[in-house]
């Protein structure tokens, strides 16, 4: 049985950092592409960052570009969504994701997620 547990969020000052984690069983991680998404209240699933199975490629969001990284430790079977310099607008619940035949922005091609980790940034 596959699952990815989300886990790190938190609350956290305009221009800090933070750390959420995906720990995944049932399937190992550097087989799947393994993404991040968030969705904000009244708001649409959003693409956040993205790695692919070889750990060569990864994309991100354009609202995220620059402040977010997206390291995987193979080991433990994880990956990780480093957050700095966050804002206000990096507020949204933040979902790990596994792709088992695409390296993809959008969510209809994932096929396995997490149940989430709420991040506040207060201004």
């Known amino acids: 049985q596959v699952q990815l547990l989300d886990s790190g969020g938190g609350l956290v000052q305009a221009g800090g950092s933070l750390t959420v984690s995906c720990a995944a069983s049932g399937l190992i991680v550097s087989s799947y592409a393994m993404g991040w998404f968030r969705q904000a209240p009244g708001k649409e699933r959003e693409f956040v960052a993205v790695i692919s199975w070889s750990g060569g490629s990864t994309t991100y969001g354009d609202s995220v570009k620059g402040r977010f990284t997206i390291p995987r430790d193979n080991a433990k079977n994880m990956v990780y969504m480093q957050m700095n310099s966050l804002k206000p607008g990096d507020t949204a619940v933040y979902y790990c994701?596994?792709?088992?035949?695409?390296?993809?922005?959008?969510?209809?091609?994932?096929?396995?997620w997490g149940q989430g980790a709420q991040v506040t940034v207060s201004a």
């Open positions: 994701a596994a792709g088992r035949s695409s390296y993809s922005t959008a969510p209809q091609f994932y096929n396995y």
